[in-house]
C-alpha cells in the first residue's frame, strides 16, 4: 500500500470518528434541552392551573375522551392479565402444593404491580400518542397561533384541560382494570379446580393490605401526569411541518413509557423505605 492511500484512509478514519464524535455530542445536548424545556413547561403547568378562567366543559369533554373511550380496551386487558397470570402460576405453586395461595398471590401482584403499569403502558400508547398527534396537527396547521390571537389561552385550553384529566382519569382506569384482573383470575383458578365466589375473594382480601393498595394506586396519578405532560410537550412544540406529527405522537408513547418504569423503580424505592 502506498504512502497516498494511507494517507486518505488515515483521513477518511478520523472524519468517521469525527462525525460519530459530533453525532454524539448533539444527542446529549439535544436530550438536556429536552429535560430542561419540559421542566420549563411542567412549571408553566402549574403557574397557570390555578388561575382563572378555568375550562371546566373542555376538562368534562377531554375527561369522557380519555376515560371513557379507553374504557373497553382497559376492561379486555384487565380481564386476560388475570386470567393469564392464574394459568401461569398454577403449575408453579401445584409443585410445592400451594395451590391455596393462588388467589392470594394474583391479587397482590396486579393490585401492587402488574395492574398499574400494564394499564398505564395501554394509556401510554392509546392516550398519548392521540394528545401528542392532535397537539402537533394543530400546531402545524396554525390553529394554536389562530387561538392566541383571537384572545384564547391555547395552553390552558389544550394543555390543562388534557393533563387534569390523564391524572383523574388513569386511576380510575386502573381500579376498573385491577376489578376486573380479579374476576379473570377468578375463572382462571375454576377451570381446573372448584372454588366458590366467596371463597375466592375472602383469600384475596384477607393477604391485601394497605400498603397493597395505597402505594399503587397513589403511584397512578404520577404515571398519568408524566404521560399526559410529555405528550402534551411533544405535540405542544412540534416544528417539522407534517412529519413533526408522526415524530410527536411516537416520541410521546415511547418516552411516556418510559417514564412509566422510571416512576414506578422510584415509587418501589420509596415504599420499600417507609412500608
Known sequence: MTSDSKTIDNKVSTETNTDSENSYKKSLVGFFEDITLLTKFSLRFFKEVFKPPYEFNELV??????????????????????????????P?????????????????????????????????????????????????????????????????????????????????????????????AYIGVNLKGDVTFQLFFSQVFEKLDFSDVFPAMIKTFFFGFSIAMISCYKGYNSNKGTEGVGESANSAVVIGSLSIFILDMIAVQITSLFL
Open 92 to 184: 408453579t405453586l401445584a409443585e410445592f402444593g400451594a395451590e391455596s395461595w393462588l388467589p392470594a398471590m394474583v391479587a397482590v401482584s396486579i393490585i401492587r404491580e402488574i395492574g398499574p403499569v400494564i394499564t398505564a403502558l395501554i394509556f401510554a400508547g392509546k392516550v398519548g400518542s392521540g394528545i401528542g398527534a392532535e397537539l402537533a396537527s394543530m400546531k402545524v396547521t396554525e390553529q394554536i397561533d389562530a387561538m392566541e390571537v383571537s384572545g384564547i389561552n391555547p395552553f390552558k385550553f389544550l394543555v390543562i384541560t388534557r393533563v387534569l384529566s390523564s391524572t383523574l382519569m388513569l386511576p380510575l382506569l386502573v381500579i376498573v382494570a385491577d376489578t376486573i384482573a380479579m374476576y379473570g
Open 61 to 90: 369533554r377531554q375527561s369522557y375522551l380519555i376515560g371513557y373511550k379507553s374504557f373497553p380496551l382497559v376492561a379486555i386487558t384487565g380481564f386476560i392479565m388475570g386470567l393469564v397470570l392464574t394459568i401461569q402460576s398454577r
